[in-house]
């Protein structure tokens, strides 16, 4: 089960954490930029190229030390088909790396066309009688509330292909008590049933260390709720944004996991993206160094979060 195998790569390297791939220009030091706009002009393909550089810059000095990335498909989408093109090879070279990826989509529909969604990012498509994998990912994020019908057909490309998903169940941004805490006839919270069904699903996909391939996202930005979904959904495999630049720290994702460190994953983008900036502000670098930059907070992120919750085991 797709799940498994991050797990075990997040004891292999005792880091509970993932490094977002959500690139934009302004994101990207000046100098890999004028060379991208140097072979394609400043045109979609050039910005394109700057962002796969860019990405496997970040790869090559992360890949030794978080167990996964997670593109997140609208920073590629927006540059058109060479930014989707960018997503592929980028997802490409981070398995090259040994990396697992979550590619963050959020995708919701129903039947057949959530059976297309899955082919396209985590299963393969037919092309005239031979298989062929569009993506390629190891998990999908997804929006689970259209009900059972848009995730019936996830399940069974992901038990078909080794593959996992995440569910949006308690979402890092501001607003989404509007609907998500809203209360059901039951008495429970909207967040609460989808963690519920998250369970449920997770059924059909069991792991060998306690947690399925239904995984659910819940933000580090709401701790409480966090600590609640964790005794309420035993089985669920979390991911945690909201780290870093939304204002989670260590203390706030700590209590997503269990008493052996697992059952989460942290999130940080732009942390470790900009980390060069930052890093520039103070030294006045041009970001020739930003793969340093990013390796070194992911490190102080990594040491941060074991440090609340100690040594993970199986």
């Known amino acids: 089960m797709a799940l498994d195998r991050l797990i075990e790569a ?9 490094a977002g791939l959500d690139p934009k220009l302004d994101y990207i030091p000046a100098y890999i930029r004028e060379a991208s706009y140097e072979k394609y ?42 930014g989707v093109k960018a997503l592929h090879d980028t997802i490409a070279y981070a398995k ?8 963050d989509g959020k995708r919701n529909d129903i039947g057949a066309t959530m059976t297309a969604y899955a082919a396209a990012h985590l299963g393969q498509v037919p092309v005239e009688g031979e298989l062929v994998s569009p993506f390629g990912a190891d998990a999908l994020t997804v929006n689970g509330y259209l009900g059972s019908d848009g995730i ?9 292909q080794d ?6 169940v308690k979402t890092s941004n501001p607003s989404s008590g509007e609907l998500q805490d809203r209360l059901l006839d039951d008495g429970k919270t909207l967040y609460a049933a989808m963690g519920d069904r998250c369970e449920q699903w997770g059924g059909q996909l069991p792991g060998k ?37 939304q204002g989670g720290a ?26 060069w900036q930052k890093a520039g502000q103070k030294t006045g670098q041009d970001g020739k160094n930003y793969g340093q930059a990013a390796r070194e907070e992911a490190i102080r992120m990594r040491d941060a979060i074991v440090a609340r919750i100690g040594k993970i085991s199986l």
């Open 250 to 275: 260590a203390d706030d994702v700590a209590p997503g996991f269990d008493e052996k460190g697992l059952g989460a994953i942290v999130n940080s983008s732009r942390g470790i993206m900009c980390a």
């Open 152 to 160: 019936t057909p996830l399940l069974t490309v992901c038990r078909e």
């Open 96 to 103: 090259e790396k040994g990396l697992f990826v979550i590619t």
């Open 209 to 245: 260390y306690g947690y399925s391939g239904v995984g659910a996202v819940v933000g580090a930005t709401y701790p409480a709720q966090l600590q609640e979904m964790r005794k309420a959904a035993p089985h669920t495999f979390f991911l945690v944004p909201g780290y870093g630049a």
């Open 41 to 82: 002009g400043k045109t979609l393909e050039g910005a394109a190229d700057a962002l796969l550089t860019f990405n496997k810059g970040l790869i090559d000095a992360l890949y030794d030390i978080v167990p996964a990335v997670k593109p997140q498909c609208a920073y590629y989408e927006m540059y058109g088909w060479p």
């Open 163 to 168: 593959t996992g998903i995440f569910v949006l």
């Open 10 to 18: 997040i004891v292999e390297k005792q880091n509970p954490t993932v």
